[in-house]
């Protein structure tokens, strides 16, 4: 089951990804194409301007309107053992097909009502139904006659079927279910901040295994988050309320419901895990400082950029899980303060600089509150340097550069080998190629399940290059930084297991 949430949540990176790109259009295209914003700065009143920043909006905008279909096909790509393309043709099939036969039976039998969004709950019911019949019949062979829709070709023709019994289920059962589903946001609602403080904890904490991205799309996406009316329509999900507000022209005053599943990051993002770098750096005696300044000041202005918090956290997660907890209740706080203070700040992937420039700054502080993060963020620097520096001096925690003597020798990459060279160490540290069963990759992090754990050589993995390896049921994760994904592709293809 671990290894099944680990490959969901990093299935639903690929569809993600594309977030970024479609915020920037989104964000920039609406900034620019706003009313207010045209008014103030007449040199944007220009046609050809206009046309093209309100392309861009459209397009950004188009990506959130369709994402349960992108999350369906990323699922599918994901969890599909071979032929991934024709899983993901399957999914699309069958997506469309649910939506359809759900508009049909109300249009039937309920004309009138709203129209059912099934959202990411959807999503994933079709997407595990499509690979499950993808890993089961992909190589299906049917008597001569049938012969032509064997093979890969049954697949998306059995999920077709498949679909039109799904959206006939979500016809009779989501309904009360969505109210269900309001109810319990409602109930966070009703929590106020403490409900907002327990979401940011915890999204943190469940990131320390990477299970994270099995419940933000929940809030993000579906009622947990929110439902709101923005310009005459029902949006549902905390992502999809923020974007439509900021895709509406009309909208005045701050944005609302979506934005505390955001705004409160960036504190913690931007400033405080930062601090907490520049608290490791200072714990490195002066005389190695230099060795560590490049390493420590990558992953801060990562962090600060791009809000991308997982080379910081592996510098300390595995050495004090303690540490870690702290830091997961800070960013909680974090989340509470944003909340009570009504800054408003929403964001496409995650909390850094990028996305606070444009859903803060350039959105207005009457539509955000971003000027409130500033001092705020200044705090949380402080704070989490001065708690990192006595955590890690107290209990005298191995954090880079701190009680490395011993070990920098063998921590170091051989600089001539090429990645293939280190590819096929890996495999050897893995327990060779009998050992592997799947090989899978994150952000940062090599993802592979094994057939024997014992069989794995964790002290070689750290040779090569992992900060850290991680033991999970069934497998491991070996913390490689940008090289995971690289190894992972290679690794594949050299023992065949993409086919």
């Not at 990176?13 to 920039?28: C, E, R, V």
């Not at 139904?129 to 012969?147: A, D, E, R, S």
């Amino acid at each position: 089951m671990f290894k099944l949430l680990q490959k969901i949540g990093k299935a639903f990176m690929l569809p993600i990804a594309i977030l970024p790109a479609a915020g920037l259009l989104l964000g920039i295209g609406g900034a620019l194409s706003n009313a207010t914003t045209v008014a103030t700065y007449p040199i944007l009143n220009n046609p050809l301007l206009q046309g093209i920043f309100k392309v861009m909006s459209a397009s950004g905008e188009v990506v959130f309107a369709n994402l349960s279909i992108l999350l369906c096909i990323g699922l599918c790509i994901g969890l599909a053992k071979r032929d991934k393309g024709t899983a993901a043709l399957a999914g699309f099939v069958g997506i469309v097909m649910m939506n359809s036969t759900i508009s049909t039976l109300i249009n039937v039998f309920k004309p009138g009502q709203a129209a059912i969004d099934t959202g990411v709950v959807g999503a994933i019911v079709i997407g595990f139904v499509t690979v499950y019949f993808h890993n089961k019949y992909h190589n299906i062979q049917l008597p001569q006659i049938l012969g032509f829709f064997g093979g890969s070709r049954f697949v998306p023709i059995v999920t077709s079927f498949a679909s039109i019994f799904v959206g006939t289920f979500f016809f009779v059962l989501w309904p009360p279910f969505q109210n269900l589903l309001i109810q319990s946001g409602d109930v966070i609602s009703k929590a106020g901040p403490f409900g907002t403080f327990l979401y940011g904890s915890l999204m943190r904490l469940c990131g320390a295994v990477g299970l994270h991205h099995m419940i933000y799309p929940m809030f993000w996406y579906s009622e947990l988050g929110g439902v709101e009316l923005v310009a005459g329509t029902s949006v549902v999900g905390a992502q999809k309320i923020f974007f439509a507000q900021l895709a509406d022209p009309n909208h005045v005053g701050l944005y609302t419901e979506g934005t505390r599943f955001f705004a409160g990051r960036f504190a913690t993002m931007i400033f405080g895990l930062p601090g907490a770098t520049l608290a490791m750096y200072h714990a490195v005696a002066k005389e190695k400082r230099a060795k560590y300044k490049g390493l420590f000041l990558s992953v801060a202005l990562t962090s600060i950029l791009t809000g991308i918090t997982e080379p910081i956290e592996f510098m300390f997660l595995f050495v004090s899980p303690i540490l870690y907890v702290i830091h997961a209740f800070l960013d909680g706080v974090s989340f509470f303060v944003a909340d009570i203070l009504n800054i408003s700040i929403g964001n496409t992937f995650s909390g850094g600089l990028i996305d606070f420039t444009l859903f803060g700054i350039l959105q207005g502080n009457a539509k955000t509150n971003w000027l409130l993060v500033l001092p705020i963020g200044a705090l949380w620097s402080v704070m989490y340097y001065i708690i990192f520096s006595l955590f890690i001096k107290k209990f005298n925690v191995s954090t880079p550069g701190v009680n490395d003597e011993e070990g920098e020798e063998d921590a170091k990459i051989t600089t001539k080998e090429t990645l293939k060279e280190e590819a096929n160490l890996v495999i050897s540290a893995l327990g060779d190629a009998d050992n592997i069963e799947d090989v899978d990759a994150c952000i940062t992090r090599l993802r592979v399940s094994v057939k024997d754990v014992s069989k794995v050589d964790k002290v070689a993995l750290k040779k090569i290059g992992a900060a850290d390896v991680l033991e999970v049921s069934g497998g491991i994760q070996a913390i490689f930084g940008a090289k995971a994904i690289l190894y992972k592709n290679i690794i594949n293809e050299k023992l065949g297991l993409d086919d």
